[in-house]
């Protein structure tokens, strides 16, 4: 039987604009992220994934605090601080991008909007990433201004996203491209509209400018879909692991750099023309070779959820032997009907089709490193 934990609500932790109307769609526990509220469960988690794979489901990601980073300096800054080209960033264009530290570490993945030629929005995975941007703007005395935006962010996502997205803000917004993004309103309600999400489906993310509105908004995006069944869910951990989405925090941290993480070699740019910060320790690193890797995994037996969330680190053991790693995620497929999850293992046993052994709370159980991601390798589905 999983123990049971109460979880008191402080003052200091932030409620997000939807946060009374997640409540009325029956939101039954919240965790933290980026010192604010996140709806953790509505409803059976399989449920909510055949909804999000069959319909439509709507999602409040306000913890998706987004830094803005504007003024003469502000593309120097924001290019010098990932190692993607932003050279090839055109306005209105969004990147999923890695903020690195000056050894090539993980300062934070998020996804970054491109607003004007001089104005960024960073959508931070959880973290104080904007402590560190600040730092660097300070340390170089460029000149730029960093906050805070006070926009809320929500995600409807699903094969009938479009259809709610085209009801709400017409067909530009509706056809959108993948990963680009546009400014829009509805009722009055100011909004950025970007065709991202963290699910591997069809979807788009709603970035609300004026956070009074939170209610108005929310009640606006349940009307549009109710033909089409949407229903506000968590997010997804199956699905973002069988897409091979990345949790900053538990899949990877600060001492790991992208070359580490499978699948994110490619986003280290270091042929690009302008300097960014860890750029001579990626190379090095890359030239030199890496000790271990995050990677995908099939854990045997039957549904993990029988053992409870996956709330800690299960060690990773060579069968029968010593210890080598540690599973980050895993979650039950649904549909591929098989536990998939993420694991830190050495570089010896990061070849899909190694045999290691996983130590579950209540024993072993037999994992297979698997290619990432597990689904839709050509991310087809999403650009659909």
């Not at 409620?15 to 509505?42: D, I, Q």
């Not at 699905?239 to 600060?254: K, L, P, Q, T, V």
């Amino acid at each position: 039987m999983p123990e049971t934990f109460t979880f008191y609500v402080q003052p200091w932790y932030r409620k997000s604009p939807y946060f009374e109307a997640t409540k009325r769609a029956g939101c039954r526990s919240w965790g933290l992220y980026n010192h604010m509220l996140l709806p953790t469960l509505y409803d059976d988690p399989v449920t909510e994934y055949w909804a999000l794979l069959r319909d439509v489901t709507m999602w409040d990601v306000s913890v998706e605090r987004c830094v803005e980073i504007s003024g003469p300096d502000a593309f120097e800054l924001t290019n010098l601080i990932t190692c993607r080209d932003l050279t090839t960033c055109d306005v209105g264009q969004c990147k999923y991008v890695l903020l690195t530290a000056s050894d090539g570490g993980i300062v934070n993945d998020p996804v970054l909007l491109r607003l004007a030629e001089d104005r960024f929005w960073l959508a931070l995975a959880d973290s104080d990433a904007m402590l560190y941007v600040a730092g660097v703007a300070a340390g170089r005395r460029m000149i730029v201004e960093i906050r805070e935006a006070d926009v809320a962010p929500m995600q409807v996502q699903g094969p009938k996203s479009k259809d709610v997205i085209g009801l709400l803000f017409g067909d530009r917004v509706r056809d959108l491209r993948y990963y680009w993004c546009t400014r829009t309103e509805v009722d009055g309600i100011p909004v950025v509209v970007s065709r991202t999400g963290w699910t591997g489906e069809v979807g788009y993310e709603i970035y609300l400018m004026d956070t009074a509105r939170g209610d108005d908004l929310w009640r606006r995006v349940e009307e549009a879909g109710r033909p089409h069944g949407i229903r506000a869910i968590a997010p997804s951990e199956a699905r973002r692991i069988e897409a091979g989405i990345f949790n900053y925090g538990s899949d990877m941290r600060i001492e790991d750099t992208p070359l580490h993480v499978s699948g994110l070699e490619r986003l280290v740019e270091t042929d690009q023309r302008h300097d960014f910060i860890g750029r001579d320790a990626l190379a090095r690193i890359a030239e030199e070779g890496v000790d271990r890797k995050l990677v995908g995994v099939e854990i045997g037996g039957g549904p993990m959820t029988d053992e409870g969330a996956l709330n800690d680190f299960w060690p990773v053991h060579e069968p029968g032997g010593d210890r080598l790693g540690r599973v980050t995620a895993g979650a039950w497929s649904p549909r591929l009907e098989k536990n998939v999850g993420f694991a830190w293992v050495p570089t010896s046993h990061a070849q899909a089709g190694t045999e290691l052994e996983v130590h579950s709370p209540v024993g072993p159980r037999q994992a297979t490193v698997h290619d990432l991601p597990f689904v839709d390798p050509g991310k087809d589905t999403p650009k659909s």
